[in-house]
């Protein structure tokens, strides 16, 4: 076989909202202009936000979502033929790749590993990202869905420190710094934002792969989680008060009697074209470069929530002083 140099693969994973794309995005703005750069990510929905966003927001890189499906697996499946596409059709330096936050990250560094010679790359240290925000050392010890993610990591990264206090940080970094096996690094920032060093480690955490070895796949998706997503043409534009104060209700008080987990939307509206977001229980806008349509997606629990339904509660006419009371609310 020709002696091709491996190209190196990162993933990095997290829970819902926690931060992954805003690290991506901040490691592609700052990484030398020359290098190229392909992303892969697999959005929880059937839209695809983090594509859009990436791609408006971070033109120099090649970015391929891996469609949506069901909600966990789906990547695991599309994603040895999306690598072999991305790579084949580029010559690339880097690759990136963004896994759901629903997705179990050591099945997808386990897959990664196996096709590693197949596929050309070499698996460069998992990136894992938490919310400081919601660490709590007895919650991170005793439920399963957090070790998997901090099992999984080699450098652990807790995200979020903005809005958490010095002392809950202090203690996430001490519960970190004391697991076992150790960690490569431990990190504390905000906004995604790595030190650009990180990208160039190449050893692995001590029995990170031997743990991982011996994983089975298991399909613990949890069916109760569903989403949903709209594509609207561009000329369609919104009140961007109005998503709003439709927003925040949503955030407080769901739809129905669903849930909602996170949603992201592009929208063309009066005040230009804004990315808005419900993560970790806020509601969020910032402006966007993307111009091509507006589009939306959503995860909801326990029901679906259909695109008509949800078209209607974010355009909903507002203007009581009940709405606005609301929009207080969640703006904490
Ligand atoms: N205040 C604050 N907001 C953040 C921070 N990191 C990310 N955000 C915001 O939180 C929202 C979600 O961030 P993303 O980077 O999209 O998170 P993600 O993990 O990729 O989300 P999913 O892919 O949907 O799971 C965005 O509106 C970000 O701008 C942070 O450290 N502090
Ligand atoms: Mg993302």
């Given at each position: 076989m020709a002696d091709r140099t491996l190209i190196p693969c990162h993933i990095v994973c997290g829970p819902l909202g926690v931060g992954k794309t805003s690290a991506i995005l901040n490691y592609l703005r700052h990484c030398a202009p020359r290098q190229r750069v392909g992303v892969l990510v697999n959005d929880f929905g059937p839209v695809g936000l983090d594509s859009?966003?990436?791609?408006?927001?971070?033109?120099?890189?090649?970015?391929?979502?891996?469609?949506?499906?069901?909600?966990?697996?789906?990547?695991?499946?599309?994603?040895?033929?999306?690598?072999?596409?991305?790579v084949s059709e580029q010559t690339l330096d880097?690759?990136?790749?963004?896994?759901?936050?629903?997705?179990?990250?050591?099945?997808?560094?386990?897959?990664?590993?196996?096709?590693?010679?197949?596929?050309?790359?070499r698996l460069q240290p998992a990136i894992v990202i938490l919310s400081t925000v919601d660490f709590d050392e007895e919650k991170?010890?005793?439920?399963?869905?957090?070790?998997?993610?901090?099992?999984?990591?080699?450098?652990?990264?807790?995200?979020?420190?903005?809005?958490?206090?010095?002392?809950?940080?202090?203690?996430?970094?001490?519960?970190?710094?004391?697991?076992?096996?150790?960690?490569?690094?431990?990190?504390?920032?905000?906004?995604?934002?790595?030190?650009?060093?990180?990208?160039?480690?190449?050893?692995?955490?001590?029995?990170?792969r031997e743990s991982l070895a011996h994983h089975h796949h298991d399909h613990s998706h949890d069916s109760t989680?569903?989403?949903?997503?709209?594509?609207?043409?561009?000329?369609?534009?919104?009140?961007?008060?109005?998503?709003?104060?439709?927003l925040s209700r949503i955030c407080l008080t769901g739809i129905a009697e669903n849930q909602v987990?996170?949603?992201?939307?592009?929208?063309?509206?009066?005040?230009?074209?804004?990315?808005?977001?419900i993560a970790n229980r806020m509601v969020t806008s910032r402006p966007s470069a993307h111009r091509r349509d507006n589009r939306m997606e959503w995860l909801t629990q326990p029901g679906v929530v259909d695109q008509t339904r949800m078209l209607m509660e974010i355009d909903r006419p507002v203007g009581f002083a009940g709405d606005r009371r609301g929009l207080r609310g969640s703006d904490r």
């Open positions: 859009t966003t990436l791609e408006a927001d971070a033109p120099m890189a090649t970015v391929l979502n891996v469609p949506g499906g069901c909600i966990c697996c789906t990547m695991l499946e599309e994603l040895p033929e999306c690598i072999r596409r991305l880097r690759l990136i790749i963004e896994p759901s936050g629903m997705a179990s990250p050591v099945q997808v560094i386990a897959l990664l590993q196996e096709a590693e010679r197949e596929l050309n790359i991170f010890e005793r439920l399963a869905y957090y070790h998997r993610f901090s099992d999984a990591a080699d450098i652990l990264v807790f995200n979020r420190c903005d809005q958490a206090g010095e002392s809950k940080i202090k203690r996430a970094q001490e519960w970190a710094g004391n697991l076992d096996p150790p960690k490569l690094r431990v990190l504390t920032t905000s906004h995604g934002e790595l030190p650009l060093e990180i990208f160039e480690l190449t050893e692995q955490a001590t029995h990170t989680v569903h989403s949903g997503g709209f594509v609207l043409d561009a000329a369609r534009s919104f009140d961007k008060e109005v998503l709003l104060i439709n987990l996170r949603l992201k939307g592009v929208f063309h509206t009066h005040a230009g074209w804004q990315t808005i977001e």
